[in-house]
């Protein structure tokens, strides 16, 4: 690499370079949009004609894309630029049974303990197998307290647009881009435009966050929001949880978007207050008054605005190989002559592949495994939802049932309130934490030809295992999936 | 990074849309600690059996069609951040993708590993599609200082976008983290005076 970079223009100081002075306010930004004001907080500079030099807050980094990206900094003689600002997690290639011992597979223990070593070179915060705070990423930074409202937040993971539930701008990056930011704590990005989805309305009983995402991708296709940064706004959305508001803004990567944030509000702040990495006392009240400014303004201009109406959501399921292929539970896969030239190849591969035909329904088909866990669906909610189905039932003799909660912390809770017992009661047994069967890195895969009714992200084929068919729905669908054996409608 | 020169190349055909970086590169495939190595199993479950013997109706597997370029249906590469999709990529040997629409991170991680992602139009593509059938040897002409794509089968043209930064970075064989460094007290300078400290 020639260290000739200088001879690449630099461009003044955006407008918004010049905003701090400590006023506790966030600036109007670009076009009054929250995703604007929290942008134009974190710009350093702004290369002539080219992308911004956007300042990162937090950096979360895990096993499988950050190997390269040490090595990089020891090539170039680099020392991690703000360690503290950098925390390091075990999730995407590790067992969930028996993580006490060593992990068998050699090349996954080898990646695992590299980046032990390379936390421990560069003096970075690793939480690693067996500890307390370990889990998968996006699962972890919310419930220690790492993510907060206001942020910029990266990881070398796409679902790293969960943490935008918090009002933060979070969003994957590839290893290159993680290098970047252990080297320079900054990142160059093009300015996404921006969109609005507001989901008007309240939902119906037994229809979650998942199936809104699902609802939503559907409508808007698995590219349908490329290039885009939406704020996902209205009464629906401001009455979910924080625990939903992940699970939507998680599932924003699969419309393409670069990321997906929701303004932060009561529920919130309620949420982030007295986590173990957020601020206290004379500290918290500083953060809440500039937290409390974090919003859209009224008059604020997106790029592109979509209202759904909640009421009309139902359970949601997927029947292709990417989250765009969903339709509602009761509804018929397409018929040939719904979809456009260009895509009949790639819809009719698409379903061979799943074993389906155009217009087939789904309910009442037998399936073989089900999936409750992952980034998207692994927190202490899902659980309760998912047992409070299961409860004085009996899991279905045809299934195999992964139940796999998203960190320690969650599966303390699942034990506190007694959840393992009756999941146990009903047949169920609880792993231990890890991305597990969502990308089966590790050995939870699905056999080939098999079909997994999944709480996870992504249907891709063979994403749960070579041969795998992944069926994506809510805890709420899964669990009755798992009892009945078939997919079944539980509202 | 190598610097990267025009291009005139035949091309495989890959007409399928919404490739997901996990047909890509599976997931099992991303256990390595370096970047080498993964041009072999580009598009393993497409490409391989499960015994390892090649499926002998995957483009990859046709000796017909060999090139510098990839050209793939509309929406490459979505999914996952993996870069392990770009390094298998590159690792094969393809220099240049060209489709109508891809996903953003790939999208980057094909420019800071100096691969070209070229963006046409829909009709043009198709085009692409039609003069590789007819036609296996048929070529294309990629010229990223001037920013056009030619099919030189039917001698159509068209102008493609790419952000003037990244474009000199690719030409030059420059990379971020160059830029970043050379920004050191603008990084400080912010860190003293921000709307709010975390």
């Not at chain 1, 499988?64 to 040490?70: D, Y």
């Not at chain 1, 559907?218 to 939406?230: E, N, P, R, S």
């Not at chain 1, 609880?430 to 890195?441: E, F, T, V």
């Not at chain 1, 994403?463 to 068919?469: T, W």
Request: proline letters at 5%.
């Amino acid at each position: 690499m020639q260290n000739n970079s200088s001879s690449i223009n630099q461009g003044d100081l955006s407008p918004s370079g010049g905003v701090g002075g400590g006023s506790l306010h966030a600036p109007r930004g670009q076009k009054g949009a929250l995703f604007d004001k929290i942008w134009d907080a974190h710009v350093v500079t702004t290369v002539k004609d080219g992308p911004t030099q956007l300042y990162i807050d937090r950096h979360l980094v895990h096993e499988v894309t950050s190997p390269q990206a040490f090595a990089g900094l020891r090539e170039r003689g680099l020392k991690v630029f703000r360690p503290g600002q950098t925390t390091l997690t075990a999730d995407h290639n590790i067992p969930t049974m028996g993580q006490d011992k060593p992990i068998r597979d050699e090349i996954s223990r080898f990646q695992v303990d590299t980046l032990a070593k390379n936390a421990k070179e560069f003096g970075l915060t690793y939480y690693g197998l067996n500890n307390p705070k370990n889990g998968i990423v996006h699962v972890i930074g919310p419930e220690n307290g790492y993510t907060q409202p206001g942020m910029t937040i990266v990881c070398g993971d796409s679902h790293t647009s969960t943490h935008g539930a918090f009002g933060a701008i979070a969003f994957g990056i590839g290893t290159s881009e993680v290098e970047m930011v252990l080297s320079s704590q900054c990142i160059l990005q093009t300015r996404p435009k921006t969109m609005r989805i507001n989901f008007e309305g309240k939902l119906n009983e037994g229809v979650s966050a998942k199936d809104m995402a699902l609802y939503m991708i559907w409508q808007l296709t698995t590219g349908g929001a490329t290039g885009y940064f939406v704020e996902y706004a209205g009464e629906a959305v401001r009455n979910l949880t924080m625990e939903e508001r992940m699970t939507l803004c998680n599932l924003s990567i699969e419309m393409g978007a670069r990321g997906g944030l929701v303004a932060p509000d009561e529920t919130t702040f309620n949420y982030v207050k007295g986590r173990e990495f957020a601020p206290k006392g004379e500290k918290w009240d500083e953060a809440l008054t500039y937290w409390k400014t974090l919003k859209s303004d009224a008059d604020a201009v997106f790029d592109k605005e979509i209202t759904f109406n909640a009421s009309e959501i139902k359970p949601m399921v997927t029947y292709g190989t990417n989250p765009g292929m969903g339709m509602p539970i009761d509804g018929t896969i397409p018929a040939l002559n719904d979809i456009d030239d260009a895509g009949k190849i790639s819809f009719e591969k698409s379903l061979k592949y799943m074993g389906f035909e155009p217009g087939q329904k789904l309910e009442g088909k037998p399936i073989d495994y089900v999936f409750l866990g992952s980034c998207t669906n692994g927190r202490i909610e899902d659980f309760r939802v998912f047992t409070n189905y299961v409860k004085g039932k009996k899991k279905a003799g045809n299934v195999t049932a992964w139940l796999v909660p998203g960190s320690w912390q969650v599966r303390k809770q699942i034990e506190a309130e007694g959840l393992d017992k009756i999941l146990e009661e009903a047949g169920f047994e609880l792993r231990q934490p890890g991305c597990s069967a969502c990308l089966a890195m590790n050995d939870d895969k699905v056999p080939s030809g098999k079909y997994a009714v999944s709480t996870s992200n992504r249907n891709f084929e063979g994403r749960q295992g070579p041969g795998a068919r992944t069926i994506l729905t809510s805890p709420l669908v899964a669990a009755a999936a798992a009892v009945n054996g078939r997919i079944t409608n539980p509202i | 990074m190598e610097k990267f020169q025009t291009i005139t190349s035949t091309y495989v055909p890959l007409p399928i849309e919404n490739v997901d970086t996990d047909q890509i590169i599976p997931a099992r495939f991303l256990k390595a600690t370096t970047r080498e190595g993964f041009g072999d199993n580009l598009f393993a479950d497409w490409r391989y059996n499960k015994d390892g013997s090649p499926k002998t109706d995957f483009v990859l597997n046709n000796p017909t069609y060999r090139g510098d370029i990839l050209v793939a249906g509309k929406n490459f590469g979505s999914g996952s951040s993996r870069e392990h999709a770009t390094w298998a990529i590159a690792g094969y040997g393809f220099k240049v993708v060209v489709s109508s629409f891809f996903a953003d991170i790939f999208r980057n991680n094909a420019l800071n590993n100096g691969i070209l992602p070229v963006i046409v139009s829909d009709a043009f593509l198709t085009e692409l599609f039609g003069s590789v059938a007819k036609n296996p040897k048929a070529t294309l002409t990629v010229n990223l200082e001037e920013q056009s794509i030619r099919n030189n089968e039917n001698g159509k043209t068209e102008s493609f976008e790419i952000n003037p930064y990244k474009k000199e970075c690719l030409l030059k064989g420059l990379d971020d983290i160059d830029f970043l460094l050379s920004n050191k007290d603008k990084i400080e300078a912010y860190e003293k005076n921000r709307p709010f400290v975390y």
